[in-house]
Structures are given as C-alpha cells and as structure tokens.
C-alpha cells in the first residue's frame, strides 16, 4: 500500500531488530529483500538502515535495493536514506547512487540528498554527472521534486554555474513558493554576480519567504549593486525579510547602508534589531557607535551582546570605553541559562581583552560548565585577557584534560 508512509516501515524494521541479534537479524532481512511483498522489501530494507548505521556490510544489500523493480518508491527511497545514515562507510554505493539519478523513472531527491551524505574519494564526479538531471528535475511536475532539485543545485555551489539560467527561470515563474525560495538560495550560494539583477527583481515577490531567501542571496553573492534594493527591503513588512536584508548589507560593506541601518535598530522586534547591530559592526561604522551604545542597554540580551560586538569591531575609544563599563554585565551574563549566550558573553569579554581583568575568576568558574562551545569560548578569552591567573588555568585546565586539546 503506497499510502503508508516510510517512516512506518523504518518503525516496523525497528520492531524486528529488537527482537534478535544483529547478525542474526542482517541473514533474515537479507532473504526478505527478495520477499514479492513490496511492503516487507521495504520494511527489511528500513531495518537494515537502522542496523547498518555503524555496519558495512549491509552496503551491498542496500546497493541491491536501491535497483529494486517494484512499484513501492518506498524501497528505493529507504536505501537511499539508510546509504547516507552509514556515510563514508558507504563510499561503494556512490556509482549506484549516480546511477538512480539517471534513471528517468526514479524519484530523485533523497537519492541527491543522500549522496551529498556519502564522503566520495571523487565527490565532483557525481555532481557533475547529475546536474543535468537536476536541471530537467527544475521542470518537473511535482513541487517536492523541483524543491529537492533546486537545493542540491545549491549544495553544489560554483560546479553548478550552468544550472543558473535554469534556476533564474524557477525564481521568476514557478508557481510553489518553496521553489522559488530555494532557487533564490541556490543562486547565492552558486555566487554568480550575472544572477544579481534578477534577484533585485524577486526582493519584489509576493512570498515573504521568497523574500528572505533573495536578501540572503544577495548577501552571499556580496554585490554592492543590491545596497540600494536591500535597504529598501528594511522596510518590509516582513520581519524575517528585514532581519535578512540587515544581515546581507552588512556582508557588502558598504557606509551607504548605515543611516538606514541606524535606524533599523529601533525596530520592534529584537532579532531585526540584533541583525542591524551586528551589520553595522561589519561594516565598521564609527557614525553608529552613538546607537550602539544605547542599544547596550535594549531590553534584549540578544541585542545588547551583539551591539557589544559591534561596538568592538568598531573599536573607537568611545566604543571600548562603553564596553568596559558594561563588564560586570556582561560577567553576569555567563550564568545565563543558554548556552549560546554564556559562550558569545566569554567571547565578548576576550575581546576586551586584558582591561576585562576583573572578569577572570567568573570565566575561570565557567570552565566547568558542561557545554563544549562555552568552555572553548572561555579558554580563548583568558587566552587573550592574558593575565597571570588567565594563564595557569589554563594550564591547569589542560593538565585535568589533556585530551581536550588534542
């Protein structure tokens, strides 16, 4: 029955491997590969996914499957996602792989997903390959697979230069938002500048997510032509759209987009705002360092770290004196309960660097906690505090873990 969904026969094939060991389970799901009930193909197929995950020597099986004749897509699909759960250890499947993208009665994009997952010795043979499928696939009648198409065209980055006027067509025409979204992401991460005034064009589509993909796009490509049309895009109604547009004219540098910038920061939500401050630090804008001070004080913790960080970029003395006033914030900052915040908190105070002295015993503290960014974040902050206590516990730290910095 094609209307059961896969995940159920990855749920049934875990069922079974409960039941026996794993050898045992791989001799019984390798007979009933060639069971004429395609549901059972499918569920032993799911099956061997799941075992084979740290096991190669079901890659053969799962080789097998993926050229399986029946109807149920099931099968060919679950191969495909059990191939890229093993990973490298599945190099052998790659030609197989290639090979299922060429077959025009095969459904493409978990097999190109999958295959990105497999570590090829020869990764660019496969792509090049398989672009020309994945041009065509750009027209196919199905949403899913001409979504699935378009980020794989993207993954491929530069290889897939040829593939942009293809892609400027689904952004332009498709009638699936999802699709001209993920072209527009192809076409940034492609990075062609011939791409830029059609993506000037789409800042104008109906879809707010389109929107956002194009202003990322332009950020990637980092063409200056854009500020004009970004800054415009700061006033989107769109949040998502704005925080992108902020995000991309910092990627450019250009001094042009600060005023509006500037403004940006008084936005009403905090990630527009977090965006604008930390363009503005990217740009260098020493115009800004007045508004960046005051966002130091925004309700937004968000948006005070990142007007922080900008304010270092920055780095006028007006900018660093700000910055150590802020100190003992910041130190109570790295007992936040996100992790992510604790280790931008340690970032910030390294890069004060040795005037941040008064902070050295709380990051010392924070080497103990049990997140791996913020401890790494904190080791490079006393590293650049530099300070004598910074030092040793560092040392000491390295002597309690000596497999930590291997």
């Not at 497999?118 to 390959?129: G, I, L, N, Q």
């Not at 527009?184 to 062609?192: N, Q």
């Not at 796009?217 to 032509?225: E, F, N, W, Y």
């Not at 005037?355 to 924070?366: M, T």
């Amino acid at each position: 029955m094609k209307s059961i969904s896969w995940m159920l026969f990855f749920l049934l094939g875990l069922m079974a491997y409960a039941d026996k060991t794993r050898q045992q389970e791989i001799g019984k799901l390798t007979r009933q590969l060639k069971d004429p009930n395609p549901e059972i193909r499918a569920s032993a197929v799911g099956a061997l996914g799941l075992i084979g995950t740290g096991t190669v020597s079901v890659v053969p099986f799962l080789i097998q499957s993926l050229q399986d004749q029946g109807e149920n897509q099931y099968i060919r699909w679950n191969a495909a996602i059990a191939l890229g759960w093993i990973g490298e250890g599945a190099v052998t499947a790659v030609p197989a792989l290639v090979q299922v993208l060429q077959d025009e009665e095969q459904d493409i994009p978990d097999t190109v997903e999958m295959l990105g997952s497999v570590e090829s010795v020869d990764p660019v043979k496969p792509s090049v390959e398989i672009l020309p499928k994945l041009i065509l696939a750009l027209k196919n009648g199905r949403e899913y697979i001409r979504s699935s198409a378009a980020s794989t065209l993207g993954w491929m980055g530069e290889e897939a230069r040829s593939a942009v006027p293809a892609l400027i067509q689904a952004l332009q025409q498709d009638r699936k938002w999802k699709v001209r979204g993920n072209a527009a992401e192809a076409l940034g991460s492609i990075g062609l500048v011939d791409a830029v005034p059609d993506l000037i064009q789409a800042l104008q589509d109906q879809n707010q997510y389109v929107r956002s993909r194009v202003a990322l796009a332009l950020g990637k490509i980092g063409s200056v032509d854009a500020v004009s049309a970004l800054t415009q895009s700061l006033k989107d109604p769109d949040q998502e759209v704005r925080a992108s547009a902020a995000k991309s004219l910092g990627e450019t540098r250009k001094m042009e987009a600060v005023p509006a910038l500037t403004q940006v920061l008084q936005d009403e939500l905090w990630f527009v705002r977090s965006a604008a401050a930390e363009a503005l630090g990217k740009i260098g804008a020493e115009d800004a360092v007045p508004v960046l001070i005051q966002g130091l004080q925004d309700k937004q913790k968000y948006v005070r770290l990142s007007a922080s960080t900008a304010l270092l970029k920055i780095g006028t003395p007006d900018a660093i004196k700000a910055i150590i006033e802020i100190c003992p914030g910041l130190i109570q900052v790295l007992q936040d309960q996100q992790w992510n915040i604790r280790a931008a908190a340690a970032g910030t105070l390294g890069q004060i660097g040795g005037v941040a002295e008064d902070a050295v015993p709380a990051l010392i503290r924070v080497l103990q906690d049990n997140n791996q960014d913020v401890r790494h974040a904190v080791l490079k902050a006393l590293e650049k505090v530099g300070t004598p206590d910074a030092i040793r516990a560092i040392k000491d730290f390295q002597q309690q873990n000596p497999d930590y910095f291997d």
